[in-house]
């Protein structure tokens, strides 16, 4: 013992508390996975998940967790920004092939916020939030540099396609293709559609080749002595619907239960290497499905041998119901976080970067994660203070708005300069109570029309107010 050990000891001099650890952050990102289709949300399934549920089993599973949208592009923009997508260009649908960023240029991430804190950052798996992509003689240039990709938001380093059932068919390391899509893809159905491939390009061997990189990416960042941020949104499984080799009649019941089956196995392989590579202890790991699941022709044969969705959700009619944007939410981190927990409490995955802006002890400026609030007292369950979250804006793929706050649910009609061009999903106002009518079958518009006025005036207010999140500073 030293002699200021020995005075401190005796109470002569005060202690001198070692400097917090920052954790490393690995976040998983499912597409078109559902609260049905993992074990841990419903027993009933028959594919089992058990890599999955040990995040469950150690940490919290959230029950009421929803995507900011539906589909891809504004969900990931949500995750990243904790900004509602609708306050972009972006107002129905999403990215499509070679279109531009949808992150503004100096917009504060969540990866670019980890990175301020000393974290080494770094993006495997699909983007879907565009680039700017090169042009020579008005085609488009595969030698060149690509700007205002993920290495321009956030992100140090970037590996994965930018959209699997998009072309260019190929990977992308940073900036650059990796090699030339100088083969061409020719037809156009669910798998993808019509464009630049790499010659040899195989559909089935993109989860694998991502599942090894975000594997060594842990590892790489375990042994630097740097925190480190891995945001690995999976490919899977969304089209195309492709297991590999390995898992491929797995299941006994069909290509997609086989794809579910492998994904699964992938997060079981971080999982692991969070272990090998002594992480595990520092790691908050969250697993999240970008929306809540594949489309129901690609259901209905799952259900046909057995597989359930969990209670009402299973009837996911359209992406502004719950079916199509309650998403699994799991999160784990120990020594902070017992393990085993649920909790009811609604959140939004624009929410995690308020959530971890708070448990870093990080300050947001005004101009950042409008939308987010953080859910660090429920992932702790302090009973003496209930998440902030009240109200939640779902936007649909069409362009239309719901607004959530406690039991009830408003649904409003999509725009009409939207559905000229895509199928109305709600034709008039809708109102559910949640609690009484989880499936939404019951509209409750005339006899509540007082919540639906209340609601609809809410809903303005965070449409023009430019923020749902409290402002924070004067």
Known sequence: MTRRDALSAMGALPRLSAAPVRPNVVLILADDQGVGDLTCYNRESVIPTPHTDRIAQGGTRFTDAHSGSAVCSPTRYGLLTGRYAWRTRLQHHVLRPFDPPLIEEGRLTLPGMLRRQGCRTSCVGKWHLGWTWPKKDGEYD?????????????????????????????????????????????????????????PGWRMDAILPTLADRAVATIREGAASGKPFFLYFPLTSPHQPIAPSPEFRGKSGI??????????????????????????????????????????????????????????????????IYEGGHRVPLLVRWPGRVRGGGTSPHLVCLNDIMATLAEALGVALPDDAAEDSFSFLAALERRAARAPVRAAIVNHSNVGQFAIREGRWKLILPAMPQVTANFKQEVSAEELYDLDADPGETDNALVRRPEIAARLRKLLEQHKTGGRSAPARRA
């Not at 044969?301 to 959700?313: F, I, T, V, W």
């Open 254 to 319: 069909n290509d997609l239960a086989d794809f579910m089956i492998e994904t699964d196995a992938v997060v079981g392989r971080v999982l692991d290497e969070l272990e090998r590579s002594k992480a595990a202890a520092n790691t908050i790991v969250i697993y999240a499905g970008d929306n809540g699941g594949a489309p129901l022709a690609h259901r209905k044969p799952l259900a046909a041998r057995g597989h359930k969705l969990s209670g009402p959700y299973r009837a996911a009619k359209a992406s």
């Open 142 to 198: 595969f030698t060149a540099r690509i700007a205002d990709g993920p290495t321009t938001r956030g992100f140090d380093r970037y590996f994965g396609t930018d959209v699997p059932n998009y072309p260019p068919y190929c990977f992308i390391e940073n900036d650059r293709t990796a090699g030339l899509p100088t083969d061409r893809r020719a037809t156009t159905n669910l798998d993808g559609v019509e464009g630049p491939m790499l």
